[in-house]
């Protein structure tokens, strides 16, 4: 079983539209990592959260300690948003060090 | 501008053939670490050193070897290159502090094992 679960794996929008992915992960951990990976293959961080709520532009996380669940929003999306997103959790046991990602979700945005 | 530098986009090599994929960060972080990518399987950790000389085995170590002599370049070394490593290979830094801290990507190799 993983132990960081997105949702859905696949997501086409028009544009304009707003979107959710979900995240939910099964351990406890220290914070939860929002990155963004386009075409090509860089990943970009968007948003590290342990608690509450974060915004930058028409980008909104969110997360839920107590369910475990973590959900990313974006508004008036966009073609550019087009990308794979990607939910990465930083375990409070084992190497505080290390992150555990989900499978990610591939996101696209039509014209 | 932050940064970590991967030596190449794109590599093809063939089988049996030793390979090194480079990475260095300007951030002056502790913590390095390489990545593979694979389709429906996410990212998943190959080696992560946490200081000069110093390395410990991720989940999927197996046929891979790395390399950190300097604080700012970590290298990942297949040994013998076989077609099942042909991936995405990732690099990332992050500092080590008493909370959580980000992580920087490098903008990956895609391997190919012909």
């Known amino acids: 079983k993983n132990e960081v679960e997105q949702s859905p794996q696949n997501l086409t929008a028009q544009e304009g539209e707003f979107i959710t992915i979900n995240c939910s992960y099964s351990?406890?951990?220290?914070?939860l990592h929002w990155l963004q990976q386009h075409p090509g293959g860089g990943i970009v961080s968007l948003f590290m959260l342990s608690s509450g709520k974060k915004k930058h532009g028409r980008l909104i996380a969110t997360i839920n300690i107590q369910e475990k669940h973590s959900s990313l929003h974006i508004t008036a999306s966009h073609p550019r948003d087009s990308a794979v997103y990607i939910c990465?959790?930083?375990?409070?046991?084992?190497?505080?060090?290390?992150?555990?990602f989900g499978s990610g979700t591939q996101l696209t945005v039509l014209p | 501008d932050v940064k970590v530098t991967q030596s190449s986009r794109y590599l093809v090599k063939r089988t049996g053939e030793k390979v090194f994929l480079e990475c260095v960060q300007d951030m002056d972080h502790e913590n390095m670490f390489w990545y593979r990518q694979d389709p429906g399987l996410g990212l998943r950790l190959i080696y992560f050193s946490y200081d000069v000389k110093m390395k410990e085995k991720g989940d999927i170590p197996e046929g891979y070897s790395v390399s950190r002599e300097k604080k700012e370049r970590f290298s990942l070394i297949l040994e013998s290159a076989s077609t099942n490593q042909t991936s995405m290979y990732l690099c990332?830094?992050?500092?080590?502090?008493?909370?959580?801290?980000?992580?920087?990507f490098g903008q990956g190799t895609r391997l190919t094992v012909v």
């Open positions: 990465a959790v930083r375990p409070l046991s084992g190497s505080a060090r290390q992150l555990t």
């Open positions: 351990v406890g951990i220290s914070a």
């Open positions: 990332a830094s992050s500092s080590t502090g008493r909370t959580s801290t980000e992580a920087f």
